[in-house]
Every structure is written in C-alpha cells, then in structure tokens.
C-alpha cells in the first residue's frame, strides 16, 4: 500500500497507538519499575510503518498538539532501539533503508545505524545519501553538506525527497540563502502540508526578506498563516513576521504602509490581532514609531476582547508618542496604563517611556564646564619669574622648610 494512502487510512488508530505508547513510556519511571524500553517493542516490526508514525505525530504538531511536540523526542529514543532489534535482513529492502533516513533527517539519532553497520548491516541505499543523512542528525554539518549536495532530489521517492531538500537548504543557508531558495521551494512542493513544508516556509520566509523579496516574502507568510497557524510554531513566526515588516529595510516608503496592513487584513481575526500588536511592539524597538502608532491604533480599531492585549496596546500607543509633540497625551496615556497586567519586559518599556516623555518637558539647562577651565595656569618651573612680587612666596617656603626639619628629626 503508498505511503499516502496508508497514511489517510490509518492515521485515527497509529495516532492513538502512538501517543498511548508514547505517554506509557513518559509515565513508566513513576508507575512501575525501570527497564529498557526496547523490551517492548515487537522485533519484527516494519521500519517503514514507524516511519509513518513519525509522521503521523509530525502531523499533529503542526495542527498546535503541545503534547504530540512534547513525545517527539522520546518517540524517536523509542523508534531507534526498535530499530536495533529487527531482523537484520529486513535493512536490504530499499524501502526500509529509505525509512532509515528519513528517521534521520527527522531527528533521529544516527548512531542507531552507526552500531547496526559495525554489526555487518549492509543497507539497500546511495551511500551519500545514506552517509549524509548520518552526518546532519549527528550535527556534523560540514560532511553533510558535501554529500548531500551529491544528491538530487528529483531522483528520489516524494516521500524522502522533501526531506533531503529541507536539509540541503538548511546547510547552505548560512553561506549561500539565495542558493538555498532552489531547495526550499522544492521541499515545499514535494511535502505540502507537512512538517517539511511548515519548516521550510518558517526558514525561507525571513530570510526571502533580507534578500530584498518582499513579494516572495508576503506570499510564503500568506501560506504559512493560512495552512499553519495553529502550528506549535506558529507563535515564533508571527513574531519573526513582525520583525521583518516593522524593520527600516522592509518599510522604505510612507505608502508601504497601506501594503502591509493589507497583507494583514488577509488572516484570520485572531492572526491579525497578533500580529497587530507584535508588529506596533517591534516598530517601537527598532525606534520606527511612526508605524508603532499606526499598528497600535490598527490594532485597537479592530476591536478585541482581551483586556490584557488592549492594556499593551495602549502602552505602545503612548510610548511611540512619548518623544513627539504629543508628549503630554503620551504621558496621561503611559500613566493610565495598568502595570500589574504588563510583562516584566513591558513594565520596563512604560518606565522609560515615560522618563522619555518627561525629559522632552524639561527646559534645557546649559551644559556646565568643568571646574577646572576656569582655574589659571599654574607652572611648576620658574614659578617666581611669572609674579609680579616674588616675596609673595616667602612665608610658604619657610613653613615648609620647617616641616621638612621636624620629619627628619621624628622618629617612627
């Protein structure tokens, strides 16, 4: 059976076998005595179909299912042991050692593989492919760079390939993020609606930005909040979208204004509520408050019943106002605002805010030189020779040729 279809057919049953196993592993230390988890595993189980396991619990972090994100990491301890105790024949079947990779490129730890090949396991793979898996779960960048890069994946099943892609992408991103717009889109195209794609956009979308793509930038934003925004991730984007729209190379020209709030407008009620505030929030850090003003007020004219986010949004309305010629509105606004229902991080942001709107008040005082400038030259050469009545020094140089008499004497 395809992968897909296995997938749609039986995702309620591996879904609920897998987060119960998943939850019996968490609770055993407290409900019974330790033992390995791999005693319980069945040794002639299908890599593949844990595979699909994986994936089905891959599918329910993106729809924002906490507990599924917190069972990833002992899922994959799980798998991997379960790995060590199969048939060892089962490793020549080219789905299986497919499996193995993907396994890999999901998390998986590749020294499960690493053991079963210093046992004489022989696996049905491209040895780039295969070895570059390995190298990117063990963190060794460099090595998977240089053979994943030897892979391409048109040349593999869909099912794998998005994988590969998202990896390429990631390891080239830092040196070369335009070269690396090629693999995003294709790991993209390959997995839609998948992990794959929902961390690819969540890459690719900033990063379009700092190449000056603002188009390709709202576009794969548009994608990510429409198909991912209950996604356990979804949070750090909207505040990475923020950050990329509210920032002085993103916003060029007064009219860009109208543009992004129009992009705004395009999510749903509580998205644009977000990014709203996130967007007047940082505005108002990169020192843009212009904007910071325009998203606040955005913001309260769309009207939202949570009182906690409306206080925010009236401090970043005062606060972006603070250092205008509306500094005393600003003022009454920063004091109206309630402290006890800021963030420690917010309650900073009022307190110098209103510092700020208070200096702009104050008369300017003069700056006051030091002391010192006022103070005549005095040389410690030839002091006599500059005054007028030498004999002016006389007493001081008698009182200190006495004093220098009676410390000869002392004794100490």
């Not at 069945?42 to 299912?65: F, H, R, W």
């Not at 920032?247 to 998205?271: A, I, M, N, T």
């Amino acid at each position: 059976m395809p992968v897909r279809t296995a997938r749609r057919t039986g995702t309620s049953l591996l879904k609920s076998a897998l987060l119960s196993a998943g939850l019996l592993v968490a609770a055993a230390p407290l409900a019974m005595a330790p033992r390995p988890v791999s005693a319980q595993m069945v040794s002639t189980a299908d890599p593949d179909l844990m595979v699909l396991e994986l994936q089905i619990l891959q599918d329910e972090i993106i729809k924002g299912n906490l507990e599924a994100y917190n069972l990833l990491q002992p899922s994959l301890i799980v798998i991997g042991r379960r790995f060590l105790r199969l048939d060892r024949e089962l490793w020549k079947q080219e789905k299986n050692s497919r499996a193995a990779i993907s396994f890999m490129l999901s998390g998986g730890s590749g020294s499960v593989f690493q053991e079963l090949a210093v046992q004489g396991v022989v696996f049905n793979a491209d040895p780039n492919l295969f070895a570059g898996a390995m190298a990117y779960s063990q963190g060794n960048r460099q090595m998977a760079l240089n053979l994943l890069l030897k892979v391409d994946p048109l040349t593999l099943p869909v099912a794998v390939a998005g994988q590969v892609a998202l990896a390429q992408a990631i390891l080239i991103s830092n040196n070369d993020p335009a070269g690396a717009q090629r693999y995003f889109d294709l790991a993209r195209l390959m997995m839609p609606g998948t992990l794959v794609e929902e961390s690819a956009l969540r890459r690719q979308a900033p990063m379009v930005a700092e190449l000056g793509d603002t188009q390709k930038f709202e576009r794969l934003s548009r994608r990510y909040l429409f198909q991912y925004s209950t996604s356990v991730f979804a949070s750090e984007f909207r505040d990475t979208v923020a950050d990329v729209i509210s920032g002085s190379e993103y916003l060029k020209k007064e009219d860009e204004w109208d543009r992004v709030f129009q992009l705004v407008s395009e999510f749903d009620s509580e998205s644009q509520n977000i990014l709203l505030l996130r967007l007047a929030k940082a505005a108002l850090i990169s020192g843009n408050t212009a904007f910071a003003v325009k998203g606040s007020e955005a913001f309260l004219e769309h009207g939202s019943d949570n009182a906690e986010q409306i206080n925010e949004a009236k401090l970043y309305l005062s606060a972006a106002k603070a250092s205008g010629e509306d500094w005393e509105e600003a003022i009454t606004g920063l004091v109206d605002v309630k402290t006890t229902d800021l963030s420690p991080e917010n309650q900073l942001l009022q307190i110098s805010a209103i510092a700020m709107a208070n200096t702009i008040r104050e008369w300017p005082q003069p700056e006051t030189p030091d002391a010192s400038e006022y103070v005549p030259y005095v040389p410690k050469v030839g002091l006599k020779s500059k005054l007028h009545n030498e004999d002016v020094l006389n007493p001081f140089e008698d009182a200190l040729n006495d004093a220098d008499e009676a410390l000869k004497e002392a004794e100490f």
